[in-house]
């Protein structure tokens, strides 16, 4: 069964640094899209970033600048480097990964989401 892990959320002081990683276990065929999202308290989740598996990058423009995606297709992982962080950036982070887990079909997946926050 295929799931995603999400990791390195924590806390932060404002201006600092995190970086957040996303892996598939279990048996992937082939990894599409990859898109980081989060939700703050109250509001609605939003996409962060995301990024295809050429390496095309598409970021929400509250981050842009600041935030970075990447994926490593070997390892089924794909990171979010987050810099100069604000205390509006306090949210849970989740992944959201479309994946073959054989040939033939498509199927998107969520990870369980990390708290990240940053203190002022």
């Known amino acids: 069964q295929v799931q995603l892990l999400e990791s390195g959320g924590g806390l932060a002081q404002e201006g600092g640094s995190l970086e957040l990683s996303c892996v598939a276990s279990?048996?992937?065929?082939?990894?599409?899209?990859m898109v980081w999202y989060r939700q703050g308290p109250g509001q609605q989740r939003e996409l962060v970033a995301a990024?295809?598996?050429?390496?095309?990058?598409n970021y929400a423009n509250s981050v842009r600048g600041r935030f970075t995606i990447s994926r490593d297709n070997a390892r089924n992982t794909t990171y979010l480097q987050m810099r100069a962080l604000k205390t509006e950036d306090t949210a849970v982070y989740y992944c959201?990964?479309?994946?073959?887990?054989?040939?033939?079909?498509?199927?998107?997946?969520w990870g369980q989401g990390t708290q990240v926050t940053v203190s002022s």
């Open positions: 959201k990964a479309q994946m073959a887990p054989r040939m033939g079909l498509i199927l998107y997946y």
């Open positions: 279990g048996r992937v065929y082939a990894m599409n899209d």
């Open positions: 990024i295809n598996p050429n390496g095309l990058r």
